[in-house]
């Protein structure tokens, strides 16, 4: 029995079955749910195959190499996850409609090696699942971020957990002829801990959040290594453009701030008024016409609001006289 267990043992490492080897990527680290919500895995018969990323709701950018042997109906796609073996929560597994390889993709010197998947249904958006933009390299940053379920030693086999790693760039890519790198078609990225390996083809090239290239190819992946080839994807804008449409982001709602008037601040009032100042020193100032408004002092004499025959003032000041309010005759007292 003891003997059957080994040789078990024995045959599963010897297949091509995942293993959780992960740990020992040089200079990477694991990624955690939602750290990369747009990396998508590309893959054959339900096993990972390479890797690419969500574009927009309808299809997934990868490399045409990752994807040019293959049928439609031969891959899916999977979304959301961190863990190829346990389910995350908003992990979706989406068949591919149709496969789009760029027209003058060269197989050989991986030139134009850009693809688009589109699928049957589009894919939800979420916390751990979202579109990436892509633009152009920025050249004022010298590192960029790339992740993958990719081998761990030249000629293995795909890690179960998802991996980053950063590299430098531009790198040195004079062990490329002409013929292999072409600085207006590709990114040379590298470091001198970790590199790209296999099933890693069509993983994002990250700088501040943008993706600017898809990992094409390099000379392998044992040390000392030598950089990776990145297709560079500004230059393909139009015929990304033409084919996958523009790319779609959820909107989100800013945050609504609530702050409180401090008590010192002026009421301002929202509809037109007449003498909406409230200090006590001005006087009221009625808003309709009148006439005789004015206060009268003690010293002013009433003025009639009507005519009226002998209405002279008596010489005594008290008591006041009362002013008549219709004609009269004789209305002296």
């Known amino acids: 029995m003891k003997h059957l267990l080994i040789l078990s043992l024995l045959v599963a490492l010897g297949t091509g079955a995942p293993q959780d080897i992960s ?25 990972h195959h390479c890797s690419g990323f969500i574009y927009n709701e309808r299809w997934i950018l990868t490399t045409a190499s990752c994807v040019s042997e293959y049928l439609s109906n031969q891959l899916q796609v999977v979304v959301g996850i961190v863990s190829l073996i346990t389910p995350s929560t908003q992990q979706q597994t989406i068949q ?5 390889i760029h027209d003058n993709y060269d197989s050989v010197t991986k030139m134009n090696d850009i693809a688009l998947i589109s699928l049957i249904r589009p894919v939800v958006y979420g916390s751990a699942v979202q579109a990436i933009r892509y633009d152009e390299v920025d050249e004022s940053i010298f ?3 790339t992740m993958g379920w990719g081998a761990t030693t030249e000629s293995g086999v795909e890690v179960t957990k998802l991996r980053k790693t950063v590299l430098t760039l531009p790198a040195d ?3 490329y002829d002409p013929t292999e790198f072409n600085n207006n078609l590709m990114i040379c990225s590298g470091s001198a801990d970790s590199s790209p390996c296999q099933y890693d083809e069509g ?5 501040n959040g943008i993706a600017v290239g898809i990992m094409s190819k390099n000379k392998g992946c044992a040390a000392p290594y030598t950089p990776s080839i990145f297709t560079r994807l500004s230059i393909y804008y139009y015929w990304l453009n033409g084919i996958g449409g523009q790319q779609s982001f959820p909107t989100t709602s800013a945050p609504t701030t609530t702050t409180t008037a401090p008590a010192t601040t002026v009421s301002v ?10 200090t006590s020193t001005t006087p009221i100032i ?23 025959l002998n209405c002279d003032t008596p010489t005594t000041t008290t008591p006041k006289p009362t002013i008549p309010t219709a004609p009269c005759i004789n209305c002296a007292p």
């Open 203 to 207: 993983s994002p090239l990250v700088q």
């Open 23 to 47: 740990d020992r990527i040089a200079g990477g680290s694991l990624a955690v749910e939602g750290e990369f919500p747009y990396i998508a895995s590309v893959q054959f018969d339900r096993r």
């Open 286 to 308: 009625p808003t309709a016409p009148c006439l005789n408004c004015e206060t009268p002092t003690t010293t002013q004499q009433p003025i009639p609001t009507a005519p009226c």
């Open 269 to 278: 009032p929202t509809a037109p008024c007449i003498n909406c100042e409230t």
């Open 143 to 145: 590192t960029a971020i």
């Open 96 to 100: 591919v409609s149709s496969i789009v």
């Open 173 to 175: 890519c004079s062990s």
